[in-house]
C-alpha cells in the first residue's frame, strides 16, 4: 500500500476526508484531564473499525508524551499505541501521529523548560523507531494556541500572563518541533510534518485596528518560524525582542528551518474574531484588556451583520502566504446535530472551491470523532459538557451519529441524504446575535457554498398536538434550529382517520413526523377509556402505518406510567411493561404497535414535565405558590424523574436528525420525589420553601393510580444533563422574563443548549 498516495493526493485527485480524535491531556496546576479517559478510547481497540468505517484517509492518532513515556524512554509503555496504530495501518487508515495535544508533557517538565525541545525530540526518535513505517506527524499541535492559553492567558500549565512566557513557550515548542521532526527523519527520511493551528482572522472597528493588524500577524508566527521566515525585518521582530527573545534564538529558525510538508489549518466559529473599543454594547464575557486597553473582543457571527465568508478566503491567504500543500486539520462546531453538519459541509465545499481556485488544499479532517468534553470552560474543569461528533459515547458503546451518516456520503461521493441539510447554519441566521449588529464591509458568504440544497423543496418536519406545551416547545425549538416545520391542528391532520393523514402527508410532504399530541389527563382516563385509547394508541398506529408506507422518519411519547413502579432503581428500554391505569395502558399498547407497525420509528419515553414556557407545570406553580406564602402540597412517595422541556426537545430532534429507532429513555436523570423536587426548585430560586406540606399519594385524591416509583434510567445513553444544571437554566430563562408581579411566567426567548 502506498500511503503517501493516498493522503498526498495529485492535484488531479479528490479532495480526502480524514478524521480527528480529541486526545489532548491538558494540565491545570498539578491536575492533569485525559480527554480519552473521559471519551473511553484509552480502553476501547474496536474504535479502529469504527473510525475506518467513515471512509477516512487519515486521522490524526495521539501517541502521547505524557501517557506513554511519563517517567523517561527507558520505562516507556508501548503497548496501547503498538495495538492501535498497526490497526489503522490495515484498515488503509493513515495515522498522523500526534506527540502533545495542548499539552506540556510529563510532570517533569514544562513549555517553558529550556530542557523540553531536547526531551521532546528524544520521544519522537523513540517513536519512529517503535513504527519506522509511520510517515505523518505533528510533534506539538497548535503551537501558536497552546503558547497563547498557557503563556499569555494563564489558563493552563505553566500559567504565564505575560508576553514574555507567551514568546518563550512559543520558541520552546516550536524549536521542539523541528528538533523531533530532525530525530523522526534520522530513523525515516522521507517523514512528514502536519503542523495545525487555529486559522484565526481579527476584524475591528478603526480604533481597535491597531491590535487586530497585531493579531493578524501574530497568528502566522509558528508556521513563520518553521518556515525560517523571521529575520529583523519580519513585521513581528520587535515584538519577539521586546517580549524576551533573543536575536540568537530567533535567527536559530532561519537557519534551522523545518517548513510543514503540509500546513494544517484549524477552523471554528469562534476563529474570526471582532474587537470593538465601545465596550458597553456587549455580554460582560466578552470584554477584556489588552495592555491596559479595555475591549470587545467577540466572534464575529454574534456581532457582524454581515457574516464573513468563512473559511475560503483565509484558505488562499494560506497559500498566498507559503505556497504549501494546506489540510483543514480541525472542522467542528459546538452545536445541534444539523448545524453540526450544515458545518462540515460549509467547509467541505469551501475548501473544494479553494481547490479549483488554485489552491493546494489536500484534506477536510473531521474533529472529534468521539466528540468532546469542557471545551465550553478550554478543560479546565470536568463539568461534564459533551460535545457529540460523528460518534457519541454517552452509551454503552459509541454510537453514531448523522454526522457519520454525511461523512460517509462525502468520503464515497454518494447523494447527501439528509433534509436538514437544506437550512443554514446559526452562524449565518437573524438570530445568531449576541448585542446590536455592526454593519461592516465584509463581503457577503457565497450562497452557494453554503447552501447547496438551495433550489430543492424544502421538506418540512410535521408537529402533531400544536396547543399542547409539548408541540408548542417543538415549534419554538424547531424555529429557533432553524428547522423547516408546519404544526397541525385537528382539522389539518386527525391522526385517528387513515384518510385525513394521507392527505396532510400528500400536501406537506415531510420527512419526519412527531407526534407531540394526545390523551393526557391520567386521572379522567379512569372514565374515559375509549377516548384515552382512541387518542393514545389508535392514532400514533395510524401514523405509524402511514410514515413507514411513505418512508418518513415518525417519532411519538411514550411515559413512565407504562411501569408498575415494582423496582427500587431507574427502570431502561428493555424492563417490561405493567401499567397500572388507563393512561399506562394506552401508552405500553401504542408503543407495541407502532414499532410493529413501523420498526424504523422512535418512541420516547419522558416524565414530569417542567419548562419556562407555560405557567402549568408542577415546579413553576410550587415556585410562584411558595413565594407568595401560600401552601404548596407535594407527594412525598412519588419517585419520578423530572425532565426539562427544551433539553428533551433537543435531545429527541438530535435523536431523530440521526435516524435512531425504537424506545428511548429521555429524563435529566435524578430519581426524586414530588416533594423534593418543590424543595430543590425553590432553592434553586431563592424562595422559601417553608410552605411546602408533604403527603403520600393516597391522600391526594388522585383517582388514577401511579406507581410509586417510576424514575427513568437509560441502557442506551444518557444524553439529557442534570437535574441541577437543567434548574439552573430554568430559573435563569425564568428570571429574564419575571412579571410586574415578581411572578415567574411562561416565557423565555433565549434557549442555549
Not at 494540565?27 to 480519552?36: E, K, L, P
Not at 406553580?621 to 412525598?636: C, D, H, M, V, Y
Not at 420525589?673 to 393516597?698: N, Q, S
Request: hydrophobic share 40%; aromatic share 10%.
Amino acid at each position: 500500500m502506498n500511503i503517501d498516495k493516498q493522503i498526498q493526493p495529485d492535484t488531479a485527485s479528490e479532495l480526502a476526508l480524514w478524521g480527528g480524535l480529541e486526545c489532548t491531556v491538558n494540565r491545570v496546576r498539578d491536575q492533569y484531564f485525559s480527554q480519552m479517559d473521559r471519551n473511553g478510547h484509552a480502553s476501547r481497540l474496536q474504535d479502529i473499525e469504527r473510525f475506518a468505517s467513515l471512509g477516512i484517509k487519515a486521522i490524526r492518532y495521539p501517541v502521547l508524551w505524557e501517557r506513554t513515556a511519563p517517567n523517561g524512554i527507558e520505562t516507556a509503555d508501548w503497548s496501547w499505541s503498538d495495538a492501535r496504530l498497526p490497526a489503522l495501518q490495515r484498515l488503509g487508515v493513515t495515522p498522523i501521529v500526534g506527540l502533545v495535544h495542548h499539552g506540556s508533557g510529563p510532570e517533569h517538565t514544562s513549555l517553558v523548560d529550556p530542557a523540553f525541545p531536547e526531551k521532546l525530540a528524544e520521544y519522537a526518535g523513540a517513536v519512529a523507531a517503535r513504527y519506522p513505517w509511520a510517515e505523518y506527524y505533528t510533534p506539538v499541535n497548535e503551537i501558536l494556541t497552546t503558547a497563547r492559553f498557557s503563556g499569555l492567558a494563564g489558563v493552563w500549565y505553566p500559567h504565564g500572563k505575560s508576553h514574555a512566557i507567551f514568546v518563550q513557550a512559543l520558541l520552546i515548542e516550536t524549536k521542539a518541533t523541528v528538533l523531533s521532526m530532525r530525530a523522526i527523519r534520522a530513523v525515516n527520511p522521507d517523514a512528514k510534518l502536519v503542523q495545525t493551528d487555529d486559522l484565526s482572522k481579527t476584524y475591528g472597528t478603526p480604533e481597535m485596528q491597531w491590535l487586530a493588524d497585531f493579531f493578524n500577524e501574530r497568528r502566522w508566527l509558528g508556521w513563520d518560524l518553521l518556515c525560517g521566515m523571521v529575520d529583523p525585518e519580519h513585521k513581528m521582530w520587535n515584538y519577539l525582542i521586546e517580549s524576551g527573545a533573543t536575536p540568537e534564538d530567533l535567527l536559530w529558525f532561519r537557519d534551522n528551518p523545518c517548513p510543514p510538508d503540509i500546513i494544517g489549518v484549524n477552523y471554528y466559529a469562534t476563529s474570526e474574531r471582532w474587537l470593538d473599543h465601545r465596550t458597553e454594547r456587549y455580554p460582560h464575557d466578552r470584554c477584556h484588556e489588552y495592555d491596559g486597553v479595555p475591549h470587545a473582543d467577540i466572534e464575529t457571527p454574534r456581532v457582524l451583520a454581515t457574516p464573513t465568508p468563512g473559511i475560503g478566503p483565509l484558505l488562499h491567504e494560506t497559500w498566498e502566504r507559503y505556497g504549501l500543500p494546506i489540510a483543514i486539520t480541525e472542522a467542528h462546531i459546538d452545536a445541534n446535530r444539523e448545524d453540526q453538519m450544515r458545518w462540515l459541509l460549509e467547509i467541505w465545499n469551501a475548501a473544494k472551491k479553494a481547490r479549483a481556485g488554485g489552491a493546494d488544499v489536500r484534506a477536510v479532517t473531521v474533529w472529534a470523532l468521539l466528540g468532546s468534553y469542557d471545551w465550553n470552560c478550554l478543560v479546565t474543569e470536568c463539568r461534564g459538557y459533551y460535545e457529540p461528533g460523528p460518534f457519541d459515547v454517552r452509551g454503552p458503546e459509541p454510537r453514531p451519529t448523522a454526522v457519520a451518516t454525511l461523512m460517509r456520503e462525502l468520503s464515497s461521493g454518494r447523494p447527501l441524504t439528509n433534509p436538514v441539510l437544506q437550512g443554514q447554519g446559526w452562524w449565518r441566521r437573524p438570530g445568531r446575535f449576541l448585542c446590536k449588529p455592526v454593519a461592516t464591509r465584509t463581503a457577503v458568504a457565497d450562497i452557494a457554498v453554503r447552501d447547496p440544497f438551495k433550489s430543492q423543496q424544502v421538506q418540512p418536519i410535521l408537529i402533531v398536538g400544536a396547543t399542547g406545551t409539548l408541540g408548542s416547545a417543538y415549534a419554538r425549538i424547531c424555529e429557533k434550529r432553524n428547522l423547516a416545520h408546519h404544526v397541525l391542528t385537528r382539522q389539518e391532520m386527525d391522526i385517528t382517520d387513515p384518510a385525513s393523514v394521507e392527505a396532510a402527508i400528500q400536501r406537506f410532504k415531510p420527512w419526519a413526523v412527531i407526534n407531540a399530541g394526545g390523551y393526557v389527563r391520567v386521572d379522567d382516563a379512569e372514565a374515559e377509556s375509549e377516548a384515552c385509547m382512541a387518542a393514545n394508541t389508535h392514532g400514533p398506529t395510524v401514523l405509524a402505518l402511514a410514515c413507514i408506507r411513505h418512508a418518513i422518519r415518525f417519532m411519538t411519547f411514550s411515559s413512565d406510567l407504562v411501569f408498575d413502579g415494582a423496582k427500587s432503581t431507574p427502570y431502561v428500554e428493555s424492563d417490561p411493561v405493567a401499567p397500572l391505569g388507563v393512561y399506562g395502558r394506552s401508552k405500553a399498547e401504542s408503543e407495541r404497535r407502532v414499532l410493529e407497525a413501523d420498526p424504523q420509528a422512535l418512541v420516547i419515553r419522558t416524565s414530569s414535565f417542567f419548562g419556562p414556557w407555560d405557567g402549568h407545570n408542577f415546579v413553576t406553580q410550587a415556585i410562584n405558590t411558595l413565594r407568595r406564602g401560600q401552601r404548596f402540597e407535594a407527594s412525598n412517595d412519588l419517585v419520578v424523574s423530572p425532565t426539562y422541556v427544551p433539553d428533551l426537545v433537543n435531545a429527541s430532534l438530535d435523536l431523530l436528525v440521526d435516524r435512531e429507532r425504537g424506545i428511548w429513555h429521555l429524563a435529566n436523570g435524578e430519581a426524586i420525589t414530588w416533594a423534593e423536587l418543590a424543595r430543590k426548585a425553590c432553592a434553586a430560586a431563592g424562595v422559601d420553601a417553608r410552605g411546602l406540606v408533604e403527603r403520600p399519594a393516597a391522600e391526594s385524591g388522585y383517582k388514577a393510580v401511579r406507581p410509586g416509583y417510576s424514575a427513568l434510567g437509560s441502557e442506551r445513553g444518557l444524553l439529557l444533563p442534570s437535574l441541577d444544571d437543567a434548574l439552573a437554566r430554568y430559573m435563569k430563562a425564568l428570571e429574564e422574563h419575571a412579571s410586574d408581579d415578581g411572578e415567574l411566567v411562561g416565557e423565555a426567548a433565549h434557549y442555549a443548549r
